[in-house]
Nanobody, 127 residues
Framework: QVQLVESGGGLVQAGDSLRLSCAAS????????MGWFRQAPGKERDIVAA????????YYADSVKGRFTISTDNAKNTVFLQMNSLKPEDTAVYYC????????????????????WGQGTQVTVSS
């Protein structure tokens, strides 16, 4: 059984940085697409960033482009989300998602396109 475990969330001030980690067990990220989503109270779970193993292409939501970076450590089977210049509107629960047996270039930007999800980690950014 695949398990995704997020960590690294917390309470920070506007302008600060956080690095979220998502460690996978049960399977490696080979032939997988990985995504970071976030969900604020009363909001939909929306894409933040995504990466495809095939070609290693990345995607960022317009709201985080230039501030967030998604990356992987294949040896540790871990995906990261580096978040810089955090804003109060970044406050949300952040979820790691994985889609396995995916070997295409197209970015997966919808929650229903992913097979597995982590439990979420809270990020709170104060003014």
């Amino acid at each position: 059984q695949v398990q995704l475990v997020e960590s690294g969330g917390g309470l920070v001030q506007a302008g600060d940085s956080l690095r979220l980690s998502c460690a996978a067990s049960g399977r490696t990220f080979s032939s997988a697409a990985m995504g970071w989503f976030r969900q604020a109270p009363g909001k939909e779970r929306d894409i933040v960033a995504a990466i495809t193993w095939s070609g290693g292409v990345t995607y960022y939501a317009d709201s985080v482009k230039g501030r967030f970076t998604i990356s992987t450590d294949n040896a540790k089977n871990t995906v990261f989300l580096q978040m810089n210049s955090l804003k109060p509107e970044d406050t949300a629960v952040y979820y790691c998602a994985a889609r396995y047996d995916y070997d295409f270039m197209r970015i997966l930007a919808k929650s229903y396109e992913y097979d597995y999800w982590g439990q979420g980690t809270q990020v709170t950014v104060s003014s």
